[in-house]
């Protein structure tokens, strides 16, 4: 059953270029969609129209059987959490704990569960001994840490990750992704947008969007044998597939090695 259906969605933020073209797009419950594209593809744009931060200028966003619009925008936020791309913008609070508190306000959560909340989730994302800090103390890494702590907590059943994890070190990203993993076991639909396809190899599902349309949309194994569409869409390609694409263009005919590459191209 699709919790998120989005129907012939058309937007722009002016009258001369319009950033969205009939977009399509039906995300299930509890699946895991990874979304690519090029730097102004429109993938921050799709996200901000899907919580409603952003009005479509035509077509359709339904969310959980309620279609978007000013009387449902309310109750449609209150079922995604989303961290954005810039940390900045997430940030309210005077300190890093009123900031991880602050979605859950919103959906009034009872004092004593927010309190624990916040520990457990401070302490998830490594963060538990910077809750009397000001934000702007914090470098861009450790923000993007609190603006996750912030939406994990609120618990909500739909998670939007627009490149959360862009400024974290190579094992803060590993640990986001395991509690992306631990979200979709607990049956959480997940949409995170990356520019990196070895971070979209575990997600269930790939769409790439293309100057504001989807170009692709599949299985990781679909997307990556679909040569023509990855090589217009300016994503940086993991390397054994570059080698097999290679080989194909040389005529280099050597199915084991080949066999080897596909494995090796869907390493995680
Ligand atoms: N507030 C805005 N006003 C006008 N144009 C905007 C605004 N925000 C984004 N755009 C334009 O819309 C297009 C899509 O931007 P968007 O931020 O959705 O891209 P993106 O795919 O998220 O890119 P990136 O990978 O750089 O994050 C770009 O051409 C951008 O210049
Ligand atoms: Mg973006």
């Given amino acids: 059953m699709s919790i998120i259906k989005i129907e012939d969605l058309t937007f722009s933020y002016n009258e001369d270029t319009e950033v969205l073209k009939n977009v399509n797009l039906e995300i299930n419950k509890g699946e895991w969609v990874s979304i690519l594209g090029h730097n102004g593809s429109g993938k ?150 990356t520019h990196e396809m070895k971070e979209a190899l575990y997600s269930d599902r790939i769409v790439i969007l293309k100057e504001g349309k989807v170009i692709a949309d599949g299985t990781a194994v679909d997307v990556l044998q679909d040569k023509k569409t990855l090589n217009s869409s300016n994503l940086e390609l993991l390397l054994p597939l570059k080698l097999i694409y290679h080989m194909q263009e040389q005529n280099i005919e050597n199915k084991e090695i080949e066999e080897i590459l596909w494995q090796l191209s869907l390493i995680k």
Avoid at 89 to 104: K, L
Avoid at 123 to 145: C, F, T, W
Avoid at 169 to 179: A, E, H, T
């Fill in 44 to 193: 921050s744009t799709l996200s901000k129209l899907i919580i409603g931060l952003l009005k479509a200028s035509s077509g359709k966003i339904t969310v959980d059987g309620e279609l978007l619009n000013y009387d449902t925008v309310h109750s449609i936020r209150r079922k995604i959490g989303i961290v954005f791309q810039n940390p900045d913008n997430q940030f309210v609070g005077v300190t890093v704990e009123d900031d991880i508190a602050f979605g859950m306000e919103n959906l009034g959560i009872e004092r004593n569960e927010m309190i624990s909340k916040i520990q457990e989730f401070s302490k998830k994302v490594n963060m538990i001994d910077y809750l009397n800090k000001a934000p702007h103390e914090l470098s861009g890494g450790q923000k993007q840490r609190v603006a996750i702590a912030g939406i994990l907590a609120m618990g909500t059943d739909i998670i939007i990750f627009d490149e959360a994890t862009s400024m974290l070190d190579p094992k803060g990203r590993d640990s986001v992704l395991s509690f992306i993993k631990e979200l979709k076991n607990q049956g959480i639909t997940i949409i995170t947008i």
